[in-house]
């Protein structure tokens, strides 16, 4: 076996970043071929190095157009260049109704069409419930729509303000959460990721007004520490002129009015 | 459902000649390659024959991308590089030149936004990415732009920069490392 060496190192970082000559190539994969964790583990987190490095560059939009010529390209099957399953075979087209097995299938479609005739007014009858059914459907996705469109408001709204939550000294720098504040309705979005706390412990998320502070609840995030959390009657107590999360025990702070734990995260509220 | 899974459910899909997986992997990671393919070969109308190549490469590929080897993301930007690198060589220097000035000069829309969370994580993870590259040291930076960006060999970037060819290998690791240290991998494509 080909003992490991810092330069299996080099040549992994080579490869992550697609300029691994054809030499170093050949070396690195007879060494991979007899096993070594420490390389496998490197290329892994260079191949996310890299990945950060593919992202850097300016964000553009991707036009339109060249979805579009993708999937027509695709769809007329130009562009593929896939092989067949060998056991899927074109059969040649003819009459359905030509050779002796015809005049049995013609019994059989009649047949059929006297059974669909039978049942018609059953089906007729299922239909219109279907419809009735169908109906309520839409109206309660059209009242989610318009549920949506309210909440989608608070961020268009002209009065609209974003505040930025920045760790305090004693948050953490992995903290990061945007709130989208809408005065007039008086309504609030916040997207929050990090919000990974301790064992038994819980972050909070607290208004700000000239009387102190309000708590707004404790925020729930998920496994990856993201939360997406809507936001109403956020000015009960005042004018909010900040917003704040403190970490708490896991039910949150005790008193509605004060938070009992360190504030790891503030925003103030510009203009 | 984690990204990764839906990857992987969707590429297994794509490998199964679906269209409609592909066009939603086109939607996800479309932006990222445009972007990364306009990056090296200067011009939009390039880069969009680059993204338009690349893509019919991966569905024509599609049954060889293997998950156990790393992230769809970097298997399809793995392809759109090397094929942005391949479009850039053919150019020439003279069009380099100008493809490079193009790219300064373009203000065309950012990517767009499906919904709030995914606009707010997107804008979160720019930042992250913003961050982490400013945060390295020069010529570290530019030995990873040279050879990521520009498909300069190590040889060569130790030539252009007057350096030793261990030092560049030795800054290219350092400053991969960094990046990937300094971005949570969870976050990315």
């Not at chain 1, 099957?77 to 002796?100: E, K, N």
């Not at chain 1, 990090?194 to 998320?205: I, K, S």
């Not at chain 2, 850039?88 to 373009?106: N, Q």
Request: net charge neutral; aromatic share 4%.
């Amino acid at each position: 076996m080909s003992r490991h060496r810092d330069e299996h190192l080099d040549l992994c970082a080579a490869r992550a970043l697609g300029v691994l000559d054809e030499a170093g190539q050949a070396e690195l994969n007879a060494h991979l071929a007899e096993g070594c964790a420490q390389c496998e583990r490197e290329l892994r987190d260079l191949a996310g190095g890299a990945m950060v490095l593919a992202m850097s560059p300016p964000q553009h939009q991707a036009p339109a157009a060249v979805r579009a010529r993708v999937l027509a390209a695709i769809d007329s099957g130009g562009a593929s260049g896939r092989q067949q399953d060998a056991s899927v075979v074109a059969l040649p087209r003819r009459p359905w109704h030509a050779g002796p097995a015809g005049a049995l299938l013609a019994a059989a479609a009649l047949i059929a069409v006297a059974l669909a005739g039978v049942s018609a007014w059953r089906r007729t009858e299922s239909l219109t419930r279907e419809l009735a059914a169908t109906q309520a459907r839409t109206d309660s996705l059209a009242r989610a729509l318009d549920e949506e469109r309210r909440w989608a408001a608070v961020m268009t709204a002209p009065g609209a303000r974003t505040v930025l939550l920045a760790p305090t000294t004693a948050g953490t720098a992995t903290l990061v959460a945007e709130l989208h504040y809408d005065r007039a309705s008086d309504r609030a979005l916040l997207f929050a990721q990090g919000l990974v706390p301790p064992d038994a412990h819980a972050y909070e998320l607290w208004a700000i007004t000239a009387t102190g502070p309000t708590s707004l609840g404790v925020v729930r995030a998920d496994a990856d520490g993201r939360a997406v959390v809507r936001l109403e009657r956020i000015a009960r107590d005042g004018a909010v002129a900040a917003f704040a999360v403190s970490l708490e025990g896991s039910g949150g702070s005790p008193d509605h009015h004060k938070p009992s734990g360190p504030v790891v995260m503030l925003g103030k509220i510009s203009g | 459902m984690n990204d990764t899974e839906q990857d992987r459910r969707c590429w297994d899909r794509v490998a199964g000649g679906d269209p409609a997986a592909l066009a939603e992997a086109y939607d996800r990671y479309a932006d990222l390659l445009y972007s990364l393919a306009r990056r090296i070969v200067g011009s939009s109308s390039d880069a969009e024959e680059v993204l338009q190549d690349a893509w019919l490469q991966a569905w024509r590929s599609a049954r060889s991308y293997d998950p156990a080897r790393g992230a769809l993301g970097a298997w399809l930007v793995t392809i759109t590089r090397t094929r942005a690198l391949d479009r850039l060589r053919s150019m020439g220097s003279r069009r380099r030149g100008e493809a490079a000035a193009t790219v300064e000069a373009a203000s065309d829309p950012p990517p767009r936004s499906t919904d709030p969370a995914t606009g707010y994580a997107r804008r979160a993870l720019r930042n992250n990415v913003a961050t982490a590259i400013t945060a390295l040291a020069p010529q570290q930076r530019q030995v990873l732009e040279l050879a990521f960006f520009e498909g300069l060999s190590q040889s060569e970037i130790a030539a252009r920069l007057n350096a030793p060819l261990g030092t560049v290998k030795s800054w290219t690791r350092q400053a991969l490392l960094k990046l990937r240290e300094r971005v949570p991998v969870e976050a990315l494509p």
